[in-house]
C-alpha cells in the first residue's frame, strides 16, 4: 500500500515534528542544570516562601558568609600569634 502525501500534508508533518523536538529540547535541556544547582537553606526557602524580601535575605546571607570568612581568618592568625604558641607549649 502507498502512502500519498500532498505536499502540504508533508509540510505540516515535518513543521509538527520540528515543533515537538523543540518542545523537548526546552523542557529537558535545562532540567540538568537546575538538579545540579546547591540546595536552598531551609531558613532561606522558608523566608522566601513567606514573602520576605529576596534582595534583603541576599544582603543578609552575603553578611554572615563575610562574617564566618573573617572569623576564619582572625583565628588562623591567632594560632600564629608567637605568645600563645609560647604560652601553649609551656
Known amino acids: 500500500m502507498h502512502i500519498a502525501l500532498e505536499t502540504n500534508q508533508l509540510i505540516a508533518l515535518i513543521l509538527g515534528g520540528v515543533c515537538v523536538a523543540a518542545l523537548v529540547i526546552i523542557v529537558v535541556a535545562p532540567w540538568h542544570r537546575i538538579r545540579a544547582e546547591p540546595k536552598i537553606p531551609d531558613e532561606v526557602e522558608t523566608r522566601l516562601l513567606l514573602g520576605d524580601d529576596p534582595a534583603e535575605i541576599a544582603?543578609?546571607?552575603?553578611?554572615?558568609?563575610?562574617?564566618?570568612?573573617?572569623?576564619?581568618?582572625?583565628?588562623?592568625?591567632?594560632?600564629?600569634d608567637p605568645e600563645r604558641r609560647s604560652s601553649a607549649n609551656s
Not at 546571607?61 to 600564629?80: K, M, P, T
Open 59 to 80: 544582603e543578609e546571607e552575603d553578611e554572615a558568609e563575610r562574617r564566618e570568612a573573617h572569623e576564619g581568618q582572625q583565628a588562623e592568625i591567632l594560632d600564629l
